[in-house]
Protein backbone atom coordinates (compact mmCIF):
# COMPACT_ATOMS: atom_id res chain seq x y z
CA UNK A 1 0.00 0.00 0.00
CA UNK A 2 1.26 3.44 -0.60
CA UNK A 3 0.32 6.47 1.79
CA UNK A 4 2.37 9.52 -0.07
CA UNK A 5 4.52 8.74 -2.63
CA UNK A 6 4.38 6.29 -5.34
CA UNK A 7 7.90 5.30 -6.89
CA UNK A 8 7.57 4.06 -10.38
CA UNK A 9 10.67 2.67 -12.67
CA UNK A 10 10.55 2.14 -16.38
CA UNK A 11 12.20 1.40 -19.56
CA UNK A 12 12.03 4.25 -22.42
CA UNK A 13 14.01 2.38 -25.13
CA UNK A 14 13.83 5.38 -27.90
CA UNK A 15 13.16 8.94 -25.97
CA UNK A 16 9.70 8.47 -26.56
CA UNK A 17 6.75 10.52 -25.34
CA UNK A 18 6.16 9.60 -21.23
CA UNK A 19 3.05 10.59 -19.17
CA UNK A 20 1.27 8.37 -16.21
CA UNK A 21 -2.45 8.73 -15.47
CA UNK A 22 -3.74 7.85 -11.49
CA UNK A 23 -7.93 6.92 -12.48
CA UNK A 24 -10.30 6.09 -9.42
CA UNK A 25 -12.17 3.32 -8.39
CA UNK A 26 -15.34 4.93 -10.42
CA UNK A 27 -13.36 5.49 -13.31
CA UNK A 28 -12.45 9.35 -13.32
CA UNK A 29 -8.83 10.45 -13.62
CA UNK A 30 -7.67 12.20 -10.58
CA UNK A 31 -4.21 13.23 -11.82
CA UNK A 32 -1.97 12.69 -14.80
CA UNK A 33 0.96 13.98 -16.41
CA UNK A 34 3.83 14.16 -19.20
CA UNK A 35 7.23 12.76 -17.55
CA UNK A 36 10.73 14.40 -18.94
CA UNK A 37 12.30 10.83 -19.58
CA UNK A 38 15.18 10.38 -21.35
CA UNK A 39 16.28 7.14 -23.05
CA UNK A 40 16.82 4.15 -20.89
CA UNK A 41 15.90 3.23 -17.63
CA UNK A 42 13.69 6.04 -15.90
CA UNK A 43 12.72 6.58 -11.96
CA UNK A 44 9.41 8.50 -10.94
CA UNK A 45 8.24 9.57 -7.66
CA UNK A 46 4.95 10.93 -8.08
CA UNK A 47 3.17 12.66 -4.51
CA UNK A 48 -0.31 11.11 -3.95
CA UNK A 49 -0.66 13.55 -0.87
CA UNK A 50 -3.83 14.66 -2.38
CA UNK A 51 -5.64 11.36 -2.99
CA UNK A 52 -8.31 10.04 -0.64
CA UNK A 53 -7.49 6.67 0.65
CA UNK A 54 -9.12 3.84 -1.60
CA UNK A 55 -8.24 1.84 -4.45
CA UNK A 56 -6.64 3.37 -7.40
CA UNK A 57 -5.33 2.27 -11.26
CA UNK A 58 -2.22 3.72 -12.12
CA UNK A 59 -1.60 3.91 -16.12
CA UNK A 60 1.86 4.49 -17.48
CA UNK A 61 2.20 5.22 -20.86
CA UNK A 62 5.73 4.97 -23.36
CA UNK A 63 4.94 5.95 -26.80
CA UNK A 64 2.30 3.42 -28.27
CA UNK A 65 2.62 0.77 -25.00
CA UNK A 66 0.30 1.36 -21.94
CA UNK A 67 0.99 -0.88 -18.65
CA UNK A 68 -1.22 -0.96 -16.07
CA UNK A 69 -0.92 -0.94 -12.07
CA UNK A 70 -3.47 -1.23 -9.50
CA UNK A 71 -2.57 0.61 -5.96
CA UNK A 72 -4.22 0.97 -2.64
CA UNK A 73 -3.90 4.16 -0.88
CA UNK A 74 -3.72 4.25 3.11
Do not use: C, H, R, W
Request: glycine residues 6%; charged residues 15%.
Amino acid sequence: PASENLNITFNNPSNELTSYQIINSLGQLVKSEEINAVSGINKQQISLKNLESGMYFVTITVGDKTAYQKINIQ
